[in-house]
């Protein structure tokens, strides 16, 4: 059945007669007649009662308007959709972050897609910076939140948000009395953090920290999660050294302590494959994010 000709009939059944709609569609009524004939044999038999002033529905006809209608509806719907996503407006926009990401700038991140493709919908995957710049490369993410920098020409980034390393460390400790500390201070403290293969680029800046401070990185204690550390700081089994966005982990009898040293700053940034940014919605995204990040920080 063609859509057309199902359109002629919901309009037939929105007046009374033959001649009204055509009026109505700007065809001929001979024309309607016509379709009106080839849609009767489609369906196997009659769909009105055709009376000089009145096109009456019959059994069949009252059994074919409610789908007729279903079917316009479907097809109007799938017609903007494919409009839409053809226009970047709809979809799926694949998506990866840092855990740390989750605690600061992913939300405003979230936001910000939303506001310019409203329709478009977003499937997310925790994953390491590593993995997330490997995956985006080989084009199975579209956008990836990552901390530190990236060595991949196929890339951009986006710088999202500069924050500083802290010493998380327990509040009765030496270390938490202090408004400020120096790395040199940690020389004789047991400092926890994740694995490197789980967080290079946090690992490589401590350990640069800690060198340019007198004293080599030996890790008392790995974990892979950033609460994880933080717990193990109020167990009391040392300090550890985190973006000061993981302060937002109230746990008690814990303390955040700003580094003064120089070479602290750690940055969250947008990345994406450069080929992308030629994908409807994507500029706009981050011109919204520059927009929103600019009021908020």
């Known amino acids: 059945m063609e859509i057309r000709a199902l359109r002629y009939f919901i309009t037939i059944t929105e007046g009374k007669t033959f001649r009204e709609a055509a009026e109505r569609l700007h065809i001929s009524q001979p024309g309607l007649s016509q379709q009106v004939t080839k849609l009767e044999k489609e369906a196997g038999g009659a769909l009105f009662f055709r009376g000089p002033r009145e096109a009456r529905l019959t059994d069949l006809g009252e059994l074919l308007l409610p789908l007729a209608k279903r079917i316009l509806a479907e097809t109007a719907y799938a017609t903007e959709l494919i409009q839409k996503a053809a226009q970047g407006q709809a979809g799926t926009v694949r998506m990866s972050f840092v855990y740390s990401a989750a605690l600061s700038i992913l939300p405003t991140v979230v936001s910000s897609i939303q506001e310019v493709l409203p329709d478009v919908e977003l499937d997310f995957n925790e994953s390491i910076t590593e993995t997330q710049t490997e995956r985006i490369s080989n084009g199975e993410f579209d956008l990836g939140i990552v901390r530190g920098g990236i060595h991949r020409n196929e890339l951009m980034a986006v710088p999202l948000l500069v924050e500083d390393l802290m010493i998380v460390a327990h509040e009765d400790s030496l270390v938490a009395q ?118 908020i920080f």
């Open 178 to 295: 202090k408004d400020v500390i120096s790395m040199a201070e940690l020389a004789n403290e047991s400092i926890m953090i994740s694995p490197r293969e789980t967080a290079m680029t946090l690992y490589d800046q401590t350990a640069a920290l800690c060198q340019k401070a007198g004293f080599q990185l030996r890790p008392s204690l790995l974990a892979v999660q950033f609460p994880t550390l933080v717990g193990l700081v109020a167990a009391r089994r040392g300090v550890a050294i985190l973006p000061a966005s993981m302060s937002v982990l109230k746990i008690p009898r814990v303390r955040y302590v700003p580094i003064k040293d120089e070479g602290t700053a750690s940055t969250l940034s947008l990345i994406m494959r450069r080929d992308r940014m030629n994908r409807p919605g994507f500029g706009a995204i981050i011109e919204r994010l520059e927009q929103e990040l600019s009021r």
